[in-house]
């Protein structure tokens, strides 16, 4: 893989599809994408002495971290609020061949970790990682996601 981020719909899903061909070809235990947070969750430091501004950096008052997903062998992980949680599994209507093979929710967090089997090719699993930060996660159109880990 040459590229590690994406920011339009076809292009995630190139990314995605690509990322998950490269996690097959590699045996990796795993692969995770993370959505960038976005602009308005950022803080910028103060203008150094050329008058630009330096990189953003994590906003530690942001609410809740930005979400990620991870993929091993033929299985997605995520975790998921109750709200995210009932758009999962209005999501997976349209995914037959997906199914939820595992939720656990952890008396000390205040969300649920899901464990879906998804048998299917990497076009389909781009497609339905897509579709899972937008539908489940609410992201806008024209969010970024990066893969951190093949």
């Not at 992980?77 to 939720?103: A, G, K, V």
């Not at 089997?117 to 970024?144: C, H, I, K, M, T």
Request: hydrophobic share 30%; proline share 7%; glycine share 4%.
């Amino acid at each position: 893989m040459t590229r590690f981020d994406a920011d339009t719909p076809a292009d995630r899903r190139k990314l995605f599809a690509d990322a998950v061909t490269a996690h097959r070809e590699r045996g990796s235990a795993f692969l995770t994408v993370e959505v960038e947070p976005p602009r308005e969750e950022l803080q910028f430091g103060e203008p150094s002495g050329d008058g630009e501004s330096e990189e953003p950096t994590d906003n530690g008052d942001a609410e809740s971290p930005p979400p990620w997903i991870q993929f091993a062998e033929k299985t997605f992980n995520l975790d998921c609020t109750d709200e995210e949680l009932e758009r999962l599994h209005d999501l997976l209507d349209e995914y037959p061949e997906f199914r939820i093979d595992e939720q656990e929710t952890p008396e000390d967090a205040e969300g649920t970790n899901v464990r879906i089997s998804a048998r299917s090719d990497a076009n389909r699993l781009a497609g339905f990682l897509d579709r899972a930060f937008a539908e489940v996660y609410d992201q806008p159109d024209d969010y970024r996601a990066w893969v951190v880990q093949v």
